[in-house]
């Protein structure tokens, strides 16, 4: 999810749902992505990487999906929780320290 | 578990007054990163170090210093804080190969009156 102006996009699940959270990329050289969680007044933290030799990934109730062809990013989060909701956001890096981050989506679950 | 700290949660500042932000962290990681982070502009850099007294700049380095005397510790100074300074600061560290996942502190809300 990329920004719009100063409002993050934003979605909003009933607990228990899955979410699916999206990122477009536009260098075709990044070679390793993460996807991070913020919560409010929080720092960013690590939920779960892919590198470009993968387009897949699975940790706990969490799937990140990679398409190298039209370079996209998910995040699929399982039987979404309250404590899911916060922002997510993207980084994408070829390397040599030049990690650049998407603005984010806010999560919002509906209990 | 990596863990990076930053010294203060908030911060009230004056225009005019230097500010040192500290961030220190506990992985012997080689890379330490400072970071603005505004609303709708998600996360900028401001300045990079891969090694001890090493620093590079970032994209948005105007108005700020950084000093890196200690492998775990990297600060931010803000010579004379301005009120477009106000913003929240967020330093990370990661090992110095490419590819490897940046942590990130609990972040440093700075307020510019």
């Known amino acids: 999810g990329e920004s719009v102006g100063l409002h993050l996009p934003t979605l909003s699940v009933q607990e228990g749902d899955n979410s699916i959270i999206n990122c477009a990329y536009s260098?075709?050289?990044?070679?390793?992505f993460i996807w991070y969680k913020q919560e409010s007044g929080k720092g960013p933290q690590f939920i779960i990487d892919?590198?470009?030799?993968?387009d897949k990934r699975q940790g706990q109730r969490v799937t990140v999906l990679l398409n190298k062809t039209v370079k996209h990013l998910s995040l699929q989060i399982a039987a979404t929780q309250p404590g899911d909701s916060a922002v997510y956001f993207c980084?994408?890096?070829?390397?040599?320290?030049?990690?650049?981050f998407g603005a984010g989506t806010r999560l919002t679950v509906k209990p | 578990d990596v863990k990076v700290t930053q010294s203060s949660r908030y911060l009230v500042k004056r225009t005019g007054e230097k500010v040192f932000l500290e961030c220190v962290q506990d992985?012997?990681?080689?890379?330490m990163f400072w970071y603005r982070q505004d609303p709708g502009l998600g996360l900028r850099l401001i300045y990079f170090?891969?090694?001890?007294?090493?620093?590079e700049k970032g994209d948005i380095p105007e108005g700020y210093s950084v000093s890196r005397e200690k492998k775990e510790r990297f600060s931010l100074i803000l010579e004379s804080a301005s009120t477009n300074q106000t913003s929240m600061y967020l330093c990370?560290?990661?090992?110095?190969?490419?590819?490897?996942?940046?942590?990130f502190g609990p972040g440093t809300r700075l307020t510019v009156l």
């Open positions: 260098n075709s050289a990044s070679d390793y």
């Open positions: 990370a560290s990661s090992f110095s190969a490419a590819g490897y996942t940046q942590y």
């Open positions: 170090s891969y090694d001890v007294k090493m620093k």
């Open positions: 992985m012997d990681h080689e890379n």
């Open positions: 980084a994408e890096t070829s390397g040599n320290n030049d990690m650049r």
């Open positions: 892919i590198r470009s030799n993968m």
